[in-house]
């Protein structure tokens, strides 16, 4: 059974405004979290990680967000741009390093 | 929901052995799986893509020759490390599609190889 999920395979926002990418998980001991972005044709390139001590981090425009008692978290995009339109995978893991568990990906269109 | 397996998820081996890893589609076939590397903590590394029927497609940069993949059917591709050396240590994932060319994968739980 799926560890991570990612109930949306799809999104599309418009360009310039935020786009939220969801994640959530049933495991309650996985402490590092990582979201990729993948082009077609391309492998997925790490993009963000957020771990379990905290409950946000940020990167220029991405920023990921964790919420523990919820097993979510997700991925705000601001502003989007249309180089933005990729599928993004999530990521988790329990011992920061070890088995990692992905999510199916969302696949985010900016239209521009 | 669709699941792909990896066999074994860790070995440990001598240097100069070589080291077979398999990877399954469980409920879905796939024409196309992918092989990664992970990188600790973060990068993950496409190495190739497995054809069913057909050779698989390498990345730049990875030795055709030293990581072998066989698609032999629908469900199972196999990376086979030869003469590995420790600095081949590292995670190997596979991930496989439902749809040729969709963009939902479905990532294996990863092989840890440890080359002694």
């Given at each position: 059974d799926q560890q991570v999920k990612q109930n949306s395979p799809s999104l599309s926002v418009q360009e310039g405004r935020i786009s939220i990418l969801n994640c959530d998980y049933t495991n309650s001991m996985f402490d590092y979290f990582l979201w990729y972005k993948k082009y077609p044709a391309e492998g997925p390139t790490f993009l963000i990680s957020i771990s379990s001590i905290k409950d946000k981090n940020e990167d220029g425009r991405f920023t990921v967000f964790l919420n523990k008692s919820a097993k979510h978290l997700s991925l705000h995009i601001v502003p989007s741009q249309p180089g933005d339109s990729a599928v993004y995978f999530c990521a988790a893991s329990q011992n920061t390093g070890n088995q990692f568990y992905f999510g199916t990906g969302t696949s985010l269109t900016v239209i521009p | 929901g669709a699941v792909v397996s990896q066999?074994?998820?860790?070995?440990?081996?001598?240097?100069?052995?070589s080291v077979k890893i398999e990877c399954r589609s469980l409920d879905f076939q796939a024409t196309t799986m992918f092989w990664y590397r992970q990188f600790p903590k973060q990068s993950l590394m496409l190495m190739a893509t497995s054809n069913e029927g057909s050779k698989a497609t390498y990345e730049q940069g990875v030795e055709k020759d030293k990581f072998l993949i066989n698609h032999?059917?629908?469900?199972?591709?196999?990376?086979?490390?030869?003469?590995?050396h420790p600095e081949d240590s590292?995670?190997?994932?596979?991930?496989?599609?439902?749809?040729?060319?969709?963009?939902?994968?479905?990532?294996?739980?990863?092989?840890?190889?440890?080359?002694?």
């Open positions: - | 066999h074994p998820s860790w070995v440990i081996c001598k240097s100069g052995t032999a059917s629908l469900t199972l591709s196999t990376l086979t490390v030869t003469s590995a590292s995670f190997y994932i596979c991930s496989a599609g439902r749809v040729q060319g969709g963009e939902t994968q479905y990532f294996g739980p990863g092989t840890r190889l440890l080359v002694l």
